[in-house]
């Protein structure tokens, strides 16, 4: 599998093309990702690179400093070439026309009716109805006289995870840590995401 890294949601902005054409972006800041530890076939059964961002330096009560990281990503690799503990990964791990995989948690929205979180058209508005925002019949006859499992009613939306497959990356700034994809992804400003690479324009 191909190397990812750990990066935060800026916000949702247009970008202007060479063509002239204005793409809809959204801004990822990718801070420094630590390589915190590796696990090797042989060890562990797999090549895998475990890193964080966020790192904190905290001492136990017997006087031992120890790092803590704000957020880690065990990410399962072909090589540990070049991924030496302590190593930083920056966002020019990800060159542009890159098609990446992006995956977060979307935005909780609480508990819903199923005009909002499925789409119902609603019942009549007028003519004495009482039923504007309602689901409508759910029950069956006498057999199997339930509601089937997978019923599209009312209850929690959101606040899943989210993953976005193939998404072309269309500006790069390793030098400010920003990441330019293509589209929206999942999450609110400020949201953790997992970038992972699925094709480099050096593969291709």
Known sequence: MSQGLIAKKVGMSRLFLESGEA??????????????RTK?????????VVLGIGAKQ???????EHTRYELQKEWQVDSLEGLDPGKE????TIPVESLVTISGTSKGKGFQGVMKRHG???GPKTHGSHSHRRPGSVGMCAFPGRVMKGKKLPGQMGNQTITLKRRPVVFCDPE???LCIKGPVPGPNGANLFVTVDSSPKES
């Open 58 to 64: 905290w001492k136990t009560r017997k006087g031992n």
């Open 89 to 92: 990964l920056t966002a020019a």
């Open 176 to 178: 400010k840590g920003i």
């Open 120 to 122: 119902f058209h609603g």
């Open 23 to 36: 793409i809809p972006v959204t801004y990822l800041e990718i801070k420094p990702n630590v390589v915190v």
């Open 40 to 48: 090797t076939e042989a060890k562990d059964g797999y090549n895998a």
